[in-house]
């Protein structure tokens, strides 16, 4: 039952991703359905009257999350998410490059105001920092070179080569794997040492990994079996924080306004489903 849902999801991803494709191929070609939306820049939008600034960390080699474009503008669907919902709340986002396993240590040291990041909400991180409600349905997948016919699920990853992201929930995934994990800074890193042979496979975001063969940013790459499990994205802030219910109340008011659906269309190419207002086990 499980299996079918994800596997439901799975194609459903894959079939955002071709429609996105596509937009991106018209877009290239000069037609007008380049995409809409507001332009991301490092500084974020332009500030609201009164508003103050928060500074966000965020981890630019994850796309179609967060990305440095063609000028080194940095982009993408938690950009324009984040800016939306800033716009919404009267600040302004000051944008942070971090390491992904810095970001969680910085929120409890107090160091940042928040962090956005496709970080899922999980148990452990909600113990020690505050998610905003859920904004991205998500999932880890399997990627193995094109031609490998031998690991098509999550069994067949016992005794080999697996590459994650340091600080990820597809590392703590690979670890359950009983084979050779091996961590690295970012998702592009990994995906090319598979791409190189040097790993047998890669666990990680399938929307991610997708978009990464999808857009041809790696090589000889496929994704095998079912999404290994269902995760929610949230926006962490420190314990306590001021800002969690402006952040809460942006996301909401940009959710029922529109603009929410507009900023997925733009990334993903489909219509966005229906995001619970908890990520499911956490209070
Ligand atoms: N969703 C995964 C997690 O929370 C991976 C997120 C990685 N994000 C990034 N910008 N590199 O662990």
Redesign the pocket.
């Known amino acids: 039952m499980v299996r079918l849902t994800r596997s439901r999801f799975l194609r459903q991803l894959t079939a955002g991703f071709l429609g996105l494709f596509c937009a991106l191929v018209f877009a290239a070609c000069g037609s007008s359905t380049t995409p809409t939306g507001g332009d991301a820049t490092s500084t974020g939008a332009s500030p609201a009257a009164g508003g103050d600034t928060l500074t966000f960390a965020?981890?630019?080699?994850?796309a179609p999350?967060?990305f440095t474009d063609s000028n080194g503008q940095l982009t993408g669907f938690?950009v324009d998410l984040l800016n939306a919902i800033a716009e919404e709340a009267g600040f302004t986002v000051n944008f942070q490059t971090s390491q992904?396993d810095g970001m969680i240590p910085a929120l409890q040291a107090g160091t940042i105001d928040g962090a956005i990041?496709?970080?899922?909400i999980?148990p452990e991180?909600a113990r020690v920092v505050d998610f905003s409600r859920p904004y991205y349905r998500?999932g880890?997948a399997i990627a193995v070179q094109s031609s490998n016919a031998e690991i098509t699920s999550f069994d067949n990853l016992s005794g080999k080569r697996i590459a994650a992201?340091t600080?990820?929930?597809?590392?703590?995934k690979a670890e359950e794997a009983q084979g050779d994990v091996r961590l690295f800074d970012?998702?592009p890193l990994a995906l090319q040492e598979l791409s190189n042979g040097n790993v047998d496979a890669v666990v990680?975001?399938a929307p991610?990994i997708l978009y990464a063969i999808k857009t041809g940013s790696v090589q000889n790459i496929k994704t095998v079996g079912d999404l290994l499990t269902e995760?929610y994205?949230g926006i962490p802030l420190p314990k306590g924080s001021p800002n969690l219910e402006r952040v809460n109340q942006g996301l909401t008011a940009i959710i029922e306004n529109g603009t929410y659906a507009e900023i997925y269309r733009k990334w993903f190419g489909a219509e966005p489903p229906e995001l619970p207002e908890k990520a499911p086990g956490i209070e």
């Open positions: 965020i981890e630019p080699t994850f999350f967060e938690d992904f990041s496709a970080m899922t999980k991180r998500s880890l992201q600080g990820t929930t597809g590392a703590t970012n998702l990680h975001d991610a995760e994205y």
